[in-house]
Structure formats: structure tokens, C-alpha cells
């Protein structure tokens, strides 16, 4: 078997055995399959699909890639949480230092933008000096010492999914249940938490369309953590509209930042508080969800979850003196445009997915592996579903970088709106938690 073997076996429907999957990923990841037939593969996996064994071995397969950590010897119990991609999903910059702040250490592993769907690291990387690339030594030290650690895949842990997340984002292979439960559950098994929380995003602006598919990925991820002896559960939260008011890179730091101190948009608080409250009870932080939200609203009102992330960015390389102050120092957009309502209605839709395509044609996503993104551009939301706007009142602001890129995302953004001319109500921000 060669690697023209493995592809032309996917290509034609055949399940693929764990040594296959072994010399197809593992070669991958050391330089000797070249990225041209790791996109043949990847797109043969995303049309013929993969069966439970396949996509359990890809996922052991991709961990095995790397060092998996052990984290015993810093903390008894270590927690992460991941999204499986959504717009506006900035849950990971307000959860980490909350739940941090309550006495759990956090150790996570991120991604950058996937597609339509911003990434952690970039929103991260838009406060000047914030390091992303940790090696394992410097990893355990800050979990040690700071209690929270958001970093990205290095050569040393989960190297197969780190060159192939880029790979996918650039191939039209991200929305494939095996490729997105490999890739989440390798890296979450190699970076070593004891406890996983899994964000599994469902709607227009997922992956995940249907409920049917986001329960079927959320079971296989809780399978796979809990065949390796970690405590696993998974939330199906909504994304149809964009989550909070903010997508784009820095603005969304600054709003994950800003709910810290207690000023954020209600439906991204509360999904905040459930994810973190499910991180406390997985992570034996708390006996049941009502301690553990009277815990987390005890750090969030004494200004010590707040205090945690500018710790931790500190940590990190950030530059805190900058995020201090009541108006965030970070770079601006040079032209910024109001988009208004068309008619007076009922907001009835905001078709996620439109407003992320239109933030990665602002520039704070890629079109090409390897792109740099644009921090300082995005869009943010001034009515969301169910909301009654008047004719002429602002829908949303369009961050960007000349006023024909801010013209081309209105057009876009306006076609993203449903109207109604009754009541609405947005869908549940929360479908189900398994495991
Ligand atoms: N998050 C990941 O880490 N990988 C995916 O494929 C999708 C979301």
C-alpha cells in the first residue's frame, strides 16, 4: 500500500484499515504525502464518508501524531472545552478565565478560522504581543502557575490535525462528521485535560445543519473521549444567528472581554454560563449546575474572572495595558458603515453562515492556506431575531477597510435578513446535553 492506494480505496467507497489510516496520516504529518493528495484523500473521506471504526482509528491515528501530555503532575483535574465552529463564537476567551477564576485549571488546545467559522487563535492574536505557539514545557508552566493556557498545535502535539485543519480550510472539506470528530478529539486527547466539554454548534452557520447530525457527531466525540478514560459531555447549542453581537477577529475579544465585566450580549452570557457550568460539574468544581452558576456569577460580579483573563493574556504575551482601560486599545477598522432596516418588521432570520462569508471577505478569514487575516475588520450586530426594528434603523455596523469592501458586505449582509410582521422567537440557544 502507497498513498495513492489509500486514496483511490476512499475514492471508491472501501473502509480503511488502522494501518492505512496510520501510513496515510502519519506521513502526512512527517512531510512525505505532499498536501496535493492530502486533499484528494480528505475530499474522498468528505464524499464517501467514514464508518464509527474508521473515524475512531483517524482519531487515534492523528493523536498518536504527536506526545499526548500527561497534566497529573500539574493538577490533579484539568479542563477543556471546544466548539466545533460557529460565527461569533467567542466562548472560549470569556469561559477559560471564568471557570479559571473558580478554581479549575483550564488547559485547551485551539484552531484558527475553518472556513466561514472564525478560530480562537486569530481573535487571540489580535491583541498585540499574545503568543499562540507554546511549546509542552511552556504549556504546563503557565497551566501551573496562571491556571489557564490557550495555545495552538505545535509539531510536538497533534502535528496530523494542525496540517490538516489548514489544509481542509482551503479545500471545501471542513463540514464531514469524521474529519471534524478526528480532528476535535485528537488534539483534545493529545493536549491531556481530564475533562472535555464539547460545543457542538448546529444551524445555518454550523457545520452541523440538522440536530439528527450534530447529536450523531456529539455521540461519537463522547464515545471516543470516554473509550480513552475522559470525562466527556457535549451541548447542541444553536447557531442559526450568529452568537452575541460581534464577528470578526478583535471585535470579538473585546466582547468576550467585555461580558467579563459583566457587559455583554444576554444569549452570549447565558451560552457562556452553560458551557463554563458544565466544564465545573464535568471537572468536579461543583456538585450540581446551580452551585456551579452561583460560583461562576460570584467571580464574574467580584471582577475576579475579569482579573483571571488579563492574568492570563499577561501570560501570554498580551498586551493588558491596552485592554485595561474602558475603550480596549486595539486596532481599528479605517472605515466603518451602518447598514439599516429596509422596511419596519420583525427580524424573523439572520442566516449565520451569510455574515461569516461576508466577515472572510472583510478579510478576517482565509480564501488561501497560509493567508494572514485581518484583525481589526468585522461586523457587528445592532438586532438580532425577534428584535422590531423600524424602517432606517440600524441593523448592524460593517467594519473594513475601504468603502467598497464595507458596500459588498452590505449587499451581502442585508440578503442574510428574514422579516416577519408578527412576533418571533429565536430558536433555543441550548437543543441538548449529552454524555
Ligand atoms: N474544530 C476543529 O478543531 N476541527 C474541525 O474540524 C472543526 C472544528
Known amino acids: ?100 477564576a473558580c478554581g479549575l485549571p483550564v488547559g485547551k488546545m485551539s484552531g484558527r478560522g475553518l472556513g466561514f467559522s472564525g478560530g480562537t487563535l486569530d481573535k487571540l492574536e489580535a491583541i498585540p504581543g499574545f503568543r499562540t505557539s507554546l511549546d509542552i514545557e511552556q504549556f504546563k508552566a503557565q497551566l501551573a502557575r496562571v491556571g489557564v493556557v490557550v495555545a495552538g498545535q505545535t509539531q510536538q502535539l497533534a502535528p496530523a490535525d494542525g496540517k490538516l485543519y489548514a489544509l481542509r480550510d482551503v479545500t471545501a472539506t471542513v463540514p464531514s462528521l469524521p474529519l471534524i470528530a478526528s480532528s476535535v478529539m485528537s488534539k483534545k486527547i493529545a493536549a491531556g485535560a481530564d475533562a472535555i466539554v464539547l460545543d457542538v454548534k448546529v444551524g445555518r452557520g454550523a457545520f452541523m445543519k440538522t440536530l439528527e447530525e450534530a447529536e450523531a457527531l456529539a455521540r461519537i466525540m463522547v464515545e471516543i473521549g470516554q473509550g480513552v478514560g475522559r470525562r466527556v459531555s457535549a451541548v447542541i447549542s444553536d447557531m442559526n444567528q450568529p452568537l452575541g453581537h460581534a464577528v470578526g477577529n478583535a471585535l470579538e475579544t473585546v466582547e468576550a472581554l467585555e461580558t467579563l465585566r459583566g457587559r455583554g450580549p444576554a444569549d452570549f452570557y447565558e451560552h457562556c454560563l452553560v458551557i463554563a457550568e458544565q466544564m465545573l460539574l464535568l471537572g468536579s468544581r461543583a456538585s450540581d449546575l446551580r452551585e456551579a452558576r452561583s460560583q461562576l456569577e460570584d467571580a464574574l460580579e467580584s471582577g475576579r474572572a475579569f482579573e483571571k483573563a488579563l492574568e492570563w493574556i499577561a501570560a501570554q504575551g498580551g498586551d493588558v495595558a491596552l485592554l ?61 431575531v425577534g428584535d422590531h426594528v423600524q424602517a432606517g434603523a440600524p441593523l448592524l455596523t460593517v467594519h473594513a477597510n475601504s468603502a467598497a469592501h464595507c458596500s459588498r458586505a452590505c449587499q451581502r449582509l442585508l440578503g442574510a435578513y428574514s422579516w416577519a410582521e408578527d412576533d418571533v422567537s429565536a430558536a433555543p440557544l441550548i437543543y441538548k446535553v449529552i454524555g
Open 324 to 384: 485595561n482601560g474602558e475603550s480596549y486599545g486595539l486596532r481599528a477598522a479605517p472605515v466603518v458603515c451602518e447598514l439599516r432596516a429596509p422596511r419596519s418588521a420583525v427580524v424573523s432570520g439572520i442566516d449565520a453562515m451569510q455574515v461569516g462569508l461576508a466577515a472572510v471577505d472583510l478579510g478576517a478569514g482565509r480564501h488561501k492556506k497560509g493567508d494572514p487575516v485581518d484583525h481589526a475588520v468585522g461586523i457587528v450586530l445592532k438586532a438580532k
Open 1 to 100: 500500500m502507497n498513498a495513492v492506494d489509500v486514496i483511490a480505496k476512499k475514492r471508491d467507497g472501501g473502509e480503511l484499515s488502522r494501518a492505512e489510516i496510520d501510513l496515510f496520516v502519519h506521513g502526512y504529518a512527517r512531510d512525505e504525502i505532499p498536501d496535493y493528495q492530502a486533499a484528494a484523500w480528505a475530499m474522498a473521506v468528505f464524499l464517501n464518508g467514514m464508518t464509527r471504526q474508521e473515524t475512531i482509528d483517524l482519531t487515534m491515528s492523528m493523536a498518536a501524531s504527536g506526545e499526548t501530555l500527561d497534566l497529573h503532575d500539574v493538577a490533579p483535574i484539568v479542563v477543556d472545552k471546544h466548539s466545533t465552529g460557529g460565527v461569533g463564537d467567542k466562548t472560549t476567551i470569556a469561559v477559560a478565565p471564568w471557570v479559571a
